[in-house]
């Protein structure tokens, strides 16, 4: 607690805003049209969109919670940043990708790559403004498993925390508990460097971008399929595919899944290795299954409407709060008093640790 | 109220387990290796397999529960169910198919509507032995209207108290919130016929009958994407699709997909319809919608860990519980000693509804 009673918040899920143009500027010339940047028509209709590789986005509203409090600079000026964690009182954020976020979806790896390495480069200058209070989120892209090692090796060198892997493995290539990942997470696991698993980095395309009405009309379904697509992952690979019980130290870091899908899903683990057992050939697992995501895992919220009764199932200590700021629906200047209200069924102690002792721990804040 | 003991225990989702040979005898001759049945020889190895149509089905392990019990022959003999039945202390059962269920991803709908109509036959005859005790799901392929439209109705004339559909319209279909639909749900609704979604009806195939190691390495993910598929068509088609709304006394079942995952659910529509309606046109609905989960659908459970917990945040009035007998991790003989402990923390009245009053409500059991 700081001297007034405030918590001492710590974001463990903020986003930067990154220049539309960063990408363009930097790698047109290689790669041309393949090129994510803005264009100005789409399907006929003149506007403001971005060619991400995988959608075109419709731009303008994605950091509706700055704008509306005259900050939207905090997405791309670090000044401006600081300056509204003074106002909201927060001491510190994880600075995640936003349109990065959903380039991490493109079909051409290569681009990929080097749309990853402009986003870090950049992402780490914008952090050593303060490097007490931004903590960049490096993004690497999985198709090339020697580059990715190259990558989060040169990241850590610039001061970026984390590595934020795609959710699900390329398309074209192997699932992520094939061996040849393997000298990835040893790599990670060696730097004691988290890996993070973030909401639309997968297969699932982003509803918010629909253009169609008949797109439209299943935006619901797929909305719910890109929220829950981390189950499957997780049960896959990252449990029964045994990467877990390989990289018994590695940190894994689940973000912007909300929490309160849990508890039903650690059932469903066991009953797939219990009940199920007879009919159900899986993997012997080191542990009960649904303890790897008690004990292995974080798990990131903002705002989930039944977080109070989903926290102590999971654990109190594997629970990250993220105000996911300046997204829509994140949590800004009123971080201080939303974060109580959330958690007001807590003691001060764990409430605590939500709101950033959790974060500190996971991602290694306190070196 | 009566309790639970007087008014008998109604179990809302059991199965029964067709005679393998149901489908060849009809309709070898006319759909000849489409059809469903037993096949000596898969992959190169011999051995006793069910074609399903749509998959190669692990056969012999589906009732272990019956088996286990000696009682191996109440998945196809009245007399025996019956047996059944009286020594678990169980008043009545609501009958779904087992084979049928998936047969429902055969992907020649010709045949497949030829094996519902061969399969409610047999359930209706099945059922006529004691309709008190026992009820009829009736299995509804859903490509061709005209001809749902017309089983439904014969349905209805066998006696079955409920209509399971395709989880989602198969391929090549209108999805279900098209108006295309509409006729039917008006029918359904016209009938009082419940509507019901079971797991295992959709696109999702069964893991439990992959053969190959690669298909197996991928179990888990798709077990869970099996549980879960039924977000998607009450998210997509019934609430925002506007079915709910267009027909307001039509009755929408979930059956086996258990319930705790609902409050998170209700909260992610929640969270759609509001927080996110800036920047995701959806359409406008009557009410909110988490509420159509609350009070338009009910949801079936067999022994869901997190049950109790969960009942009352979705209402002791839409919980159906069910047996699921005689599959795998099904509960039979000891279903009142389980549903006691199950329930232990509701009062009388609230477990008496959710063991039979809700299941004589929504089935109309008299």
Not at chain 1, 160 to 189: E, S
Not at chain 1, 317 to 342: C, E, N, T, Y
Not at chain 2, 278 to 286: C, D, I
Request: hydrophobic content about 40%.
């Amino acid at each position: 607690m700081s001297g007034n009673g405030a918590l001492k918040v710590i974001s463990g899920d903020s986003h930067v805003m990154e220049p539309n143009d960063m990408w363009e500027k930097t790698i047109f010339k290689k790669w041309g049209d393949l090129t994510p940047r803005p264009v100005p028509e789409y399907n006929g209709k003149a506007g403001n969109f971005f060619y991400s590789g995988a959608q075109t986005l419709i731009m303008g509203r994605s950091d509706e919670s700055a704008k509306k409090i005259g900050m939207q600079a905090a997405g791309w000026d670090p000044a401006v940043r600081l300056q509204f964690q003074e106002q909201a009182h927060v001491a510190g954020e994880m600075m995640n990708a936003t349109r990065m976020l959903l380039i991490m979806q493109h079909p051409h790896q290569g681009v990929l790559r080097d749309c990853a390495s402009v986003f870090n480069d950049w992402l780490a200058d914008y952090c050593a403004h303060d490097p007490k209070r931004l903590f960049g989120v490096a993004m690497i892209p999985m198709g090339d498993v020697d580059w990715a090692i190259r990558e989060v090796e040169r990241v850590v060198k610039k001061g970026l925390r984390v590595a934020d892997v795609p959710l699900t493995a390329p398309a074209d290539g192997p699932p992520y508990r094939d061996k040849v990942y393997d000298k990835f997470w040893a790599r990670c696991q060696e730097m004691q460097l988290p890996v993070q698993l973030h909401s639309i980095t997968g297969r699932i395309p982003d509803p918010l971008h629909f253009h169609t009405r008949d797109e439209q009309e299943t935006a619901p379904g797929v909305l719910l399929d890109l929220l829950y697509e981390a189950m499957g992952e997780v049960a896959n690979e990252f449990i029964f595919g045994k990467i877990l019980d390989r990289f018994p130290t590695l940190k894994f870091i689940l973000s912007e899944f909300e929490i309160s899908w849990l508890p039903t899903y650690m059932w469903r683990l066991d009953q797939m290795q219990e009940s199920f057992a007879a009919r159900l050939p899986l993997p012997k697992l080191e542990r009960r299954a649904s303890e790897y995501v008690k004990t292995r895992f974080w798990h990131g919220m903002v705002d989930d409407g039944l977080a109070d009764k989903a926290i102590p199932h999971i654990g109190i200590d594997r629970i990250i709060w993220g105000s996911d700021f300046p997204h829509i629906r994140s949590i800004g200047l009123d971080a201080q008093s939303r974060v109580a209200k959330m958690f007001e069924k807590f003691p001060p102690a764990d409430r605590a640790k939500l709101v950033g002792g959790n974060a500190v721990q996971a991602y290694n804040l306190a070196n | 109220m009566s309790d639970s003991k007087s008014m008998g225990v109604i179990s809302a989702d059991s199965h029964v387990m067709e005679p393998v040979d149901m489908w060849e005898k009809p309709l070898y001759a006319k759909f000849g290796d489409d059809t469903p049945r037993v096949i000596k020889n898969f992959m190169g190895r011999s051995g006793t397999w069910f074609h399903t149509g749509g998959q190669v089905m692990n056969y012999g392990g589906s009732d272990t529960s019956s088996q286990q019990i000696g009682m191996q022959a109440a998945g196809w003999d009245p007399k025996v169910r019956v047996e059944f039945q009286k020594k678990a202390d169980i008043a009545c059962e609501v009958l779904n198919g087992t084979f049928m269920l998936l047969i429902m991803r055969h992907p020649n709908y010709a045949c497949l509507r030829a094996c519902c109509e061969v399969f409610n036959t047999w359930l209706g005859a099945f059922i006529a032995h004691d309709r008190t005790r026992l009820r009829g799901v009736g299995m509804l392929a859903m490509d061709d209207l005209a001809w749902s439209l017309k089983e439904v109705e014969r349905c209805k004339k066998l006696g079955f108290d409920c209509v399971n559909i395709h989880l989602y319209a198969p391929p090549g279909q209108p999805p279900y919130r098209k108006a295309h639909w509409d006729p039917f749900w008006a029918k359904c609704q016209e009938l009082e016929m419940p509507v019901q979604l079971h797991i295992i009806t959709g696109r999702v195939p069964d893991p439990i009958h992959f053969h190959t190691p690669a298909e197996q390495g991928d179990s888990p993910r798709t077990q869970l994407a099996m549980m879960y598929e039924v977000m998607g068509v009450l998210a997509n088609d019934f609430i925002f699709g506007g079915i709910l709304d267009r027909f307001p006394t039509l009755k929408v079942i979930c059956s086996e997909f258990e319930i705790s995952w609902i409050p998170n659910f209700m909260w992610r529509l929640d969270h759609m319809q509001d927080a996110m309606s800036v920047r995701l046109p959806l359409p406008k609905l009557k009410e909110k919608a988490s509420d159509y989960m609350r009070t338009r659908v009910w949801h079936g459970m067999i022994d869901d860990a997190f049950g109790a917990e969960t009942i009352p945040e979705i209402g002791f009035d839409r919980i159906l519980w069910g047996s699921d007998f005689p599959h795998v991790r099904s509960i039979g003989l000891d279903a009142r000693p389980r549903l006691k402990k199950m329930f232990a923390s509701f009062s009388e009245a609230d477990r008496q509804r959710i063991v039979a009053g809700n299941a004589a409500h929504v089935f109309n059991i008299h």
